[in-house]
C-alpha cells in the first residue's frame, strides 16, 4: 500500500518507527510537512501540492500533527479526507481531542468516570468554579495544552484565584478540575487501537512532580490494566472517534478516571517499556481497515 505520514520531524521516534514498519510490511510511505502543503479547495478536484508537486492518491493518511499547528494539520488532513483516503484518524475526532473541554463533555455524556471538572469565562466565576470542583488543591488546565505544559497545580484557593485570574488576562481558555491525590504523580497510558487495548504503562512522575508526562521527566514501566480499566480505554476511544489513540487515566478512590485521550499518542515511552511492537500494529490496522475507493470517513466539521 500506499502511505503518507504528515509530520513535521521525521527524525521523532514515533516517525521513525512508523516508517519503519511500513517499510518492513511491503509498503512505501512518504513523510511531508504538514505546513509545506498546499490546497487548492476551490476546484471540484481537491488538489494538494507539496513544494509545488501535486500530491498522488494514497491508500492512507497518518496524521502526526503538532498541537502547535492543529488548526492548519487539519485542514490539510481534511482535504485528504476529501480525496476519499482514509486517515488513520479522523480530522473531526482529532479536534474533539485537541480541546480538553470538548473530549470531557464527550466523555461525560458516555458515563465514563472523569475528575470533577468546571469551567466558566472570565475571572469574576472563578470563586464559583473553585467551589465547583470542591475547593483547593485544583489542578488548572490550558484547554489546548500537550505534554503536560499547561497544567498547573494549585494548593490553595488564593493561588487557584490568582493563577485562573493570570489566565484570564492573558486570554486563554482554561479549566479546573479537582485534584486527585490517589495519583500521586502517575497515570496510566492505555494504547488503543480499534476499540482494543493493544499495551499499557504506568507513568510515573519525577520526584516532586505531579504531573507523570514523559515530557516532564517522567518514567514508564509496564502493567496490566484490569478488565474494566481496558473497556473504559476502549469506550473512551470509541467516544472520540479515534482509531488509535493514547488514553490517560488515573487511579482513583472511585474507580478510573479519564483525563484526556491523545490522538497522536508517542511511541518511545510504551514501546521501551512494553516490547510490543506497536508501530508494526497500527501498520497492520491500516492494512486491514484503508482500501482506497471503499472506506469513506464519517464526516467532517
Ligand atoms: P497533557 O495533555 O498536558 O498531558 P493531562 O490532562 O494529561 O495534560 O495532565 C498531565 C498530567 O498531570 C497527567 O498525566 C497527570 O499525571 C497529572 N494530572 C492531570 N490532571 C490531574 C488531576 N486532576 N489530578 C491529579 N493529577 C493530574
Ligand atoms: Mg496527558
Redesign the pocket.
Given at each position: 500500500m500506499r502511505f503518507v505520514m504528515l509530520a513535521r520531524n521525521p527524525g521523532l521516534y514515533s516517525h521513525v518507527r512508523l516508517c519503519e514498519a511500513a517499510r518492513a510490511r511491503g509498503h512505501s510511505i512518504d513523510v511531508i510537512n504538514t505546513l509545506h502543503v498546499h490546497m487548492n479547495i476551490t476546484s471540484n478536484l481537491p488538489v494538494l501540492r507539496y513544494n509545488g508537486r501535486r500530491l498522488p492518491i494514497y491508500d492512507a493518511v497518518i496524521p502526526r500533527i503538532g498541537a502547535s499547528i492543529t488548526h492548519y494539520g487539519l485542514a490539510v488532513l481534511r482535504q485528504f479526507e476529501m480525496q476519499g483516503i482514509f486517515p488513520l484518524n479522523e480530522s473531526v475526532a482529532i479536534g474533539r481531542s485537541r480541546d480538553?473541554l470538548r473530549a470531557l463533555q464527550i466523555l461525560a455524556r458516555e458515563g465514563i468516570g472523569l475528575?470533577v471538572t468546571a469551567f466558566a469565562h472570565g475571572p469574576r466565576k472563578a470563586e464559583d468554579v473553585i467551589k465547583e470542583v470542591g475547593g483547593a488543591p485544583v489542578?488548572i488546565?490550558l484547554l489546548e495544552?500537550?505534554?503536560?505544559?499547561?497544567?498547573v497545580l494549585a494548593e490553595t484557593e488564593g493561588s487557584a484565584r490568582s493563577i485562573i485570574e493570570a489566565f484570564s488576562a492573558a486570554n486563554v481558555n482554561i479549566m479546573v478540575?479537582?485534584?486527585?491525590?490517589e495519583?500521586s504523580?502517575?497515570?496510566i497510558r492505555a494504547f488503543v487501537i480499534d476499540g482494543e487495548v493493544v499495551a499499557a504503562t504506568k507513568?510515573i512522575?519525577r520526584p516532586g512532580e505531579?504531573?507523570?508526562?514523559l515530557h516532564r521527566g517522567g518514567t514508564a514501566i509496564k502493567i496490566d490494566l484490569t478488565p474494566e480499566e481496558c473497556q473504559i480505554a476502549s469506550h473512551a476511544a470509541g467516544a472520540v472517534g479515534l482509531n488509535v489513540s493514547g488514553v490517560?487515566m488515573?487511579r482513583s478512590s472511585r474507580g478510573p478516571l479519564v483525563?484526556?485521550v491523545?490522538s497522536s499518542p508517542g511511541l518511545e515511552g510504551i514501546e521501551g517499556a512494553t516490547g510490543i511492537d506497536i508501530a508494526g500494529l497500527v501498520i497492520a490496522f491500516l492494512e486491514k481497515t484503508a482500501s482506497y475507493g471503499k472506506t469513506q470517513t464519517k464526516g467532517m466539521g
Open positions: 480538553k475528575p489542578v488546565k495544552g500537550a505534554q503536560g505544559m499547561g497544567v478540575q479537582e485534584f486527585v491525590p495519583a504523580g502517575s497515570d507513568r512522575g505531579f504531573r507523570s508526562n490517560d488515573v483525563m484526556e491523545n
